[in-house]
Structure formats: C-alpha cells, structure tokens
C-alpha cells in the first residue's frame, strides 16, 4: 500500500522529480504539524508531507498527533496558544474554532496565502467559517456535513425507498423491524451523549422542521426537540443506550448489522465498505430527511489549516498549507483516506469520481450544509445547551422546559443582539 501511495504521489502530484520552489526558507528548518489523529491509512499524508519535503530542501516535517476528541484538542490548543509561544507551526482547527482562535489574537490571518478570488474554489460554508471581522484565519482542509446512512439490502428487501422525511424514516424502520423481529435491529441510532454531537443532530432535526434550536418558532423547535425523545420512548426505533452514543459508537452498531439507519458523518462510508465489514455492499447513503414542507438541513462540519500567531516560521507554514490545500494533494487524500475535498471543482474530477462515484451525491449536500452559528461565543453557547438537550434525549425535561432554559441561558451568554447578528442567514 505505501509503495503504491508513493507512486500516486508522483504521478498525480508530479513532485518527487520537480526541484525545489523559488520561494527561500530558511535551512534546517523543522516544522511541526499537530493535528488530531485521522482514521484511514495514515502512510498516506506521511507521504505527503516526504514530498513537500522533498520540494523545499532544508525543510523538515514534524507531524505531531493529537487524539482524535475534538474537546481534547481544543484543550491542548487553548493551553498552548493562550501563552503565545506554541510549539507547533501548523495546526488543524475544527470549523467551530476559528472565530474563537482567531478573536483571542492565537492564529495568524491568511488573507495573503489566499486570494479572495481563490477562495471562490472552495465551497462557502467551510470559508465562512473561517473568515472573522472580514479577514481569513484558516484554509479549508476536508469537509463533512451530517448524512443518512441505511441498510439498502432490507430496504429492498421490503420494497421501501430511502427515506425523505421523518415519518417516512419512522414508518420505514416500523415496518423492518416487525418483519425482522428475531435479528436484533434496531431502527435508527444517531450521536446522544451530551457533547458536540448532540448538538449537531438537534440542529439538523430542529432546523428541518423551519426553526432553530437557538432562536426561531418556538412550537417548531419544540417539536424538533420531542421527535428525538420519541424515536426512543414513543416509535421506540432508537435503542435507550443512545444517550451514552457518539459517532464511533453508533457506527460500530451499524457496521456491526444491529441497524438498520444511522446518521453520522461521510468518514464512515469507507469503513463501512472495507473488506472484512459485515454490511459491506449493503449500505446506501442519502441526504438528512425532513419534515414535510421542508427542506433537508446538515449541519456543516470538517477542519481547517490554521498558523499560529507569532511562528517562527510564517513563510514555510504557509507553503505546507498551500501544498495540503492544493487540488492534486485534496484528490490524493480522497482517493486514499476517503476524506472529502473542499475544493468544489474536485467533484467534477473524472479520475476522482469514477473511483468515489459517492461525491456526486455528496457535493449538494456539502452545498447545502448550514454552519452552526459563526461566532467566537459558540463553545460557550453549546456548552450551555448540551445539558438541556441531553435531559430531553433521556426523558429528564420536557421539550418546552428545555428549550425555554435553553434560549434564556444564550441570552445572557451572549445578547438579543449578538444572537440575531450570529444567526442571520443560518
């Protein structure tokens, strides 16, 4: 396999015979990339960062890994930057923590490295995020949105089409479960545990339904907020333990057989269909459904490159940004990690989607992904509501005492004003 990367890096990106750019660097350079860690082959961006290398003699690539919790990374980078000497010169940002990174001065703006004429290659949401107060502080890396994954193998079976609306997903999973009484399904599992996750699913669920889980009609978003409780104490398609899942855990689950829908993120669409999987072959994937009148609504997700205010290597950081960023390096990883590029034209790419012909169904959804609201305060704001959504998920709050806390606590977070400014367009 690491053979055959190599030989893909060389053909496709045409470096390793390419000499070293015009730009200068300083020798000896060592730069160090922290990142979280990232599910595939990992050889893959090792070899990657060999042929940048390879282009900038001198230049050394430290790739240090973080966990693969989000919260533990944002932990790390919160204590190493707030001291202004961060002992890494490149690091990957979750789309919710550029507008908090960049407001408390810890990473440097981009506007250089990125024209805004570029910028227009990426998709919107990915940008958006990480421009604050009209500058740009991180590159997109890879993109994710929330997608619905379901067993298409006993969807055909019982001659039911994908679902495209709620009720359409609870009677689909009803009538699969009765006729598969003695195969220990269940019927839809999905992200509740009270974090980051949770979160995401509320919104995409309450989003879909024309409000919001911050602001917004409030019989709506109460109705969102009861659909969830429901799946488990009512439709009784969501097994109890959903309150203790994650993305790992309720993919295992399905990967496993024991579901017949799940949301999650695309990474999983590779895993599922390794050799060895258990519902290899079986799995089909479709966009969020809806409540009827409408429209689909996944929240936007994926990561960004972003350079630490004051490094002590700015020019060299930005090379390695601009090279994991390029299309031939995003086309690489694609292919060989199953992450999703961020640049637009990628999904036009013959090459590329004749060997991931997925990413047709995924580029409008990508498009479509609405970002949870873009403000440096977000942390805060879905720390605050974690607790009372989680209480719903387990039958601990009503909807409405949920939601009623929920927004009273965003207020004093944040302002009336503050919260119609972050939430306009969202």
């Known amino acids: 396999m690491i053979a055959r990367v190599v030989l893909i890096v060389c053909a496709m990106l045409g470096l390793s015979c390419t000499p070293a750019g015009d730009r200068p660097h300083s020798p000896n350079t060592v ?19 060999r042929e940048f290398e390879k ?29 202004g000497q961060a002992p890494f010169d490149l690091l990957g940002v979750d789309t919710i923590w550029a507008q908090e990174f960049a407001k408390a001065g810890w990473i ?32 997109p890396w890879y993109i994710d949105a929330g997608v619905l994954y379901y067993r298409r193998d006993l969807l055909e079976r019982y001659g039911v089409a994908p679902p495209k609306t709620w009720p359409d997903l609870v009677h689909a999973a009803q009538r699969i479960l009765d006729g598969e009484r003695d195969a220990g399904l269940a019927g839809f599992v999905w992200q509740g545990r009270q974090y980051e996750g949770l979160i995401c699913v509320a919104l995409e669920v309450i989003r879909s ?5 911050w602001d917004g009609d409030r019989d709506r ?3 969102g907020l009861q659909f ?20 790992e855990s309720t993919r295992q689950v399905f990967g496993a057989g024991r579901a017949l829908f799940m949301r999650n993120w695309p990474y999983a669409w590779s895993l599922l269909q390794r050799e060895g999987s258990l519902v290899r072959g079986k799995v089909g994937m479709a966009p969020l459904p809806s409540f009827p009148g409408f429209a689909s609504a996944p929240v936007l997700g994926g990561w960004l490159l972003a350079m630490p205010q004051g490094s002590a290597h700015p020019q060299e950081a930005g090379e390695l940004i601009r ?20 640049r637009r034209a990628l999904y036009a790419d013959e090459t590329l989607v004749g060997a991931r012909p997925l990413l047709k169904e995924l580029y409008p959804i990508f498009l479509g992904a609405r970002p949870r609201p873009v403000t440096p305060y ?49």
């Open 31 to 49: 730069l160090v990339f922290k990142h979280g860690k990232l599910s595939g082959n990992g050889a893959v961006l090792s070899d990657l960062l």
């Open 55 to 83: 282009r900038y003699p001198g230049v050394v690539v430290r790739e240090e890994l973080l966990p693969s919790s989000s919260d533990r990374q944002h932990q790390y980078y919160a204590m190493n930057l707030d001291g």
């Open 108 to 139: 440097a703006p981009l506007d250089t490295l990125l024209p805004p004429a570029e910028r227009e290659q990426f998709f919107p949401g990915p940008i958006q995020a990480a421009t604050f107060e009209g500058q740009l502080y991180a590159v």
């Open 209 to 213: 339904n024309g409000s919001d889980l």
């Open 221 to 223: 978003a109460e109705a």
């Open 228 to 247: 969830l409780r429901e799946t488990v104490a009512g439709h009784r398609i969501t097994p109890v333990s959903v309150g203790m899942a994650d993305e």
């Open 323 to 342: 090279f994991l960023t390029s299309p031939d390096a995003q086309r690489l990883v694609a292919l060989e990690m199953g992450y999703n590029p961020t």
């Open 378 to 426: 977000y942390l805060m704001l879905s720390q605050a509501v974690q607790p009372e959504v989680s209480a719903v998920v387990v039958g601990r709050k009503t909807p409405h005492e949920a939601l009623e806390a929920a927004r009273r606590q965003v207020r004093r977070i944040i302002g009336n004003r503050e919260l119609s400014i972050v939430t306009e367009g969202l």
